[in-house]
């Protein structure tokens, strides 16, 4: 009984509670529909003394709902070859000034920028002008407007020789009013700001709201710039008698060791996620391929949180058979580097200005043919330089950055090869030296005195494979199927993997690798 | 006390084995060194009478002991106009036949195939000759060889005009006797192996043994078309304006409701593997990159184990902002897929008669410009073959497959767009018919009646896009940051995915999605 009593108690409860519900939801309505009707009339007002109330407003939202046949004008093709046109632009509100009875907008689309003119007139009205001048930074808007050639240049644009006077202008996407970081702001030179006791924007907020970071010129050049790489890198190796191929990410075994590698699961097992895609590039080669590059993720699970360093990034990986020596191989890559080197400077000045102006750096040098130093001439100017290191022991990173700058004095080049490194600080698989077993046939690449590649000549003999596989510890039954790969007769091959994000940051002589990276992942970092 | 004998009594034994060990290690030396003196006896011996015995023989591993200048002509160039010329060819042994004094072995590079001969005479001595028939198949070796004109084509080469009198003869890189898979029935036609009472390799044996399966002239060819189809992909859509674009594979949460998701072990959490790059190609969307493509993998967690289902793919992607109406953009994908169909056609035409020979099929068929059904019509034309379904119901793999059938015979395509499906079948995100509330503004496009993308206008509105998400009762918290990418200013925009190895397999007629991927990955299968 207590239990129905209970049930009856509640029912009632919540009927009580259903009543107040409705009451308040029935006030709510009367009060937005005094709200509308009030509105609706100010409206109706405004709209009749507005003689422009067709030439403005807020389009409904584009859901193809026509296909409308009007042409668009880009705003980098506004020049004065267009003056007097009555063009459409489709474009954001950068800024936005009212002035009396005019209003300045600027509009902006990727790099490009115009100034636009609303002045209330013949065309529009004080409450056209208004309404312009209340549009929120960031919003999208299609603009009809006439294209005036200026007296004076207009520096604040790209576009500097026009303005717009605008006729027409129609709301495509609105953007909310308080923007998590102002553009201006993004782009400001460092030092700049504190200086004028201006804002920077730091790279935690610029990451965070990466969606709007990546509206800067300077990202906008970063990142088109950065597609160049991979076009270049394709183009040569392509003309060059390449095949790309695709690796698989997910794989069973942990190549190296197992070190610093990410967990999968994967159904009812486990699996791990590829440190690199050199095993593949090696069965392909394996497999008659002969040259073979792939551009893909990278992942490394190490705890690293330096400016150069990502838990996942873009590996650019070459593997070559090759004849008789494995500097043929290098050899293909470096002229592959420069052939990127020169693409970018040749088509991509723009970009390349349009970051200086952000982040200043000197012009990236480089030599033809590129220029090959032995380990031991490097540890020979890092001692005459007052290092204290042993012969075969590895270089670190400020070692490397000491080199780069000797280098740069002596050999005035950005870019350059390190050859035959210790045997003891590669992988099992390099192939040692066959004139001094201390040293190996591998090699790193540099650009501005960073690490962008590392590779070698592999060992392509199971035998000798599996013996410096177990001289390093490893359990051969885990790279049973990578050594098995070598027994049905394997060419001799060479390769590496370059960093694609480092490339272009030590290009641009960027400091921090998350610049070059749209989406980072370190080890504090996974979103967006 | 007790302990010390015990460790006495132990040492004692191990001495005592220890000594075992050394007497049978010295037995063995003896035994080995008694050995090594017959051999060289006899290698004496046979070097004594052998005249050439400084033209054959094992080389010692290519460790890059020297920088050799001598050109290696490739199979393929071998052809009547180097008659007469003394060259040297790597190469590997494809099939080996001594026949008295003679020994015949087909040499094989790639997909490309010569005679070669060696006959006891001048050049070459009996030793020389045995040692040559000998050589295990898949051997690679170095000859040096006079291209010699024949005058009955050689059938069964692929250069069918010349053979090689082959000088000298050294091995590179020796395989094992006992090959895992013979490359003769890796590919005979399915069928043929049957009635000849011959073998054909089932595709567990092939993917076993991809190394060696990836040798055949057939994988060869599927694989080089491949690495075309990317080619193709970028280079049509660079010069439409697009970006390439690098999306993390690595993401904090499941987009689409979590489900089919690989969870990854991300140092102290949890991550996932990117089901595919749609919200960051949108996010690039809405930081202005208006036209961006990128070429990675996709990761599916379905226990499917289908002809066409895969765990990872490689997925071509593309998302665009479009003026006024999404067609502009199935316009640009379906003209990227013409442009690809006709590059396959004309610049790939030896690899599609190459994969023909061991899988027959037809030419695939395209219309200019591409068809476009809409849903409806489909529907239609399936009911008027017999197929009882609901208007507004997906489409089931067989339908798909007869409505492939049914439009291949009205129009003669293997490829088309069908727009329009029922919004209740697409995803959240799906922009809505707005002239019919149970259509969406979505398609998909088909090849040979199979699925090969899918796409459709985005939701661009953040307010729509939460009623549309609450609607298919996902959990807003998950996709804030996805929704927040549209609240400052968003333009219009479409778009979809593409399979890589789907597209290879519809366009080549082929069955097995395996077939066209390196190494793929099901539920049942990681590795190699």
């Known amino acids: 009984m207590k239990v129905q009593r209970a049930g009856e108690e509640e029912q009632q409860a919540q009927s009580k509670k259903a009543l107040k519900k409705q009451q308040k939801e029935a006030e709510k309505a009367a009060k937005k529909a005094e709200k509308q009707a009030k509105l609706a009339a100010e409206q109706q007002e405004t709209d009749e003394d507005d003689f422009a109330k ?93 294209v005036k050639k200026v007296e004076q240049k207009i520096e604040s644009c790209s576009q500097q020789d026009v303005e717009l006077h605008v006729e027409r202008v129609f709301v495509i996407s609105q953007s909310e009013a308080r923007l998590p970081l102002q553009l201006e702001d993004a782009v400001r030179p460092e030092g700049e700001g504190d200086e004028e006791g201006r804002a920077t924007v730091n790279q935690d907020t610029r990451l965070d709201n990466r969606v709007i970071d990546l509206r800067t010129t300077t990202s906008q050049a970063i ?86 360093h990502l838990t996942e990034f873009v590996g650019l990986d070459i593997e070559m058979a090759f004849n008789y020596h494995y500097h043929e191989v290098i050899d293909s890559i470096t002229d592959t580097m420069v052939q990127i080197f020169k693409g970018l400077r040749d088509r991509f ?33 890092l001692k005459a330089a007052g290092v204290e290191m042993g012969d075969e022991e590895d270089l670190s990173t400020p070692n490397e950055k000491l080199l780069g700058r000797l280098v740069k004095e002596k050999y005035d080049t950005d870019f350059y090869v390190l050859d035959k490194y210790p045997l003891a600080v590669r992988p099992f698989y390099t192939m040692p030296d066959p004139n001094n077993p201390k040293y190996s046939n591998s090699y790193d690449m540099f650009m501005r005195g960073e690490e962008i590649l590392s590779g070698a000549q592999r060992v392509h003999d199971a035998q000798l494979l599996t013996e410096r596989a177990t001289h390093h510890g490893i359990d051969l039954e885990k790279i049973k199927a990578y050594i098995d790969s070598f027994r049905y007769g394997a060419p001799p091959h060479a390769g590496g993997g370059i960093g694609l994000e480092r490339v272009t940051m030590l290009y641009l002589g960027l400091h921090n690798v998350r610049q070059t990276s749209m989406f980072p992942r370190d080890p504090k970092r996974l979103t967006p």
């Open 54 to 146: 067709d030439r403005y407003g807020i389009c409904p939202m584009v859901q193809s709902q026509q296909k409308l046949d009007r042409a668009l004008v880009r705003v980098q093709d506004l020049t004065p070859e267009k003056a007097e046109q009555q063009i459409w632009v489709r474009a954001r509100i950068h800024t936005s000034r009212a002035k009396g009875k005019q209003c300045f907008l600027v509009l902006r689309h990727q790099q490009f920028t115009v100034q636009a003119l609303l002045a209330v007139g013949d065309r529009a009205s004080k409450q056209m002008v208004k309404f312009a001048a209340n549009l929120t930074k960031e919003s999208i808007i299609d603009v009809e407007a006439v």
């Open 349 to 381: 000045q723009t970009e390349i200005q349009t970051v200086n102006k952000q982040y200043s750096s000197e012009p990236f040098k480089f030599l033809e043919p590129t220029l090959r130093l032995e380990y031991k001439e490097a540890v020979a100017m």
């Open 223 to 308: 990142f088109r710039l950065q597609s160049g790489v991979c076009q270049l890198f394709r183009d040569t190796l392509i003309n060059k008698g390449f095949v790309e191929i695709q690796t698989p990410k997910i794989i069973s075994a942990a190549s190296e060791g197992g070190a610093n590698v990410f967990t999968v699961s994967y159904f009812k097992t486990s699996a791990y996620l590829a440190q690199s895609p050199q095993l593949y590039k090696q069965m392909c080669i394996c497999a008659d391929f002969d040259k073979v590059f792939c551009v893909g993720p990278v992942f490394r699970a190490e705890d690293s949180n330096t400016h150069r």
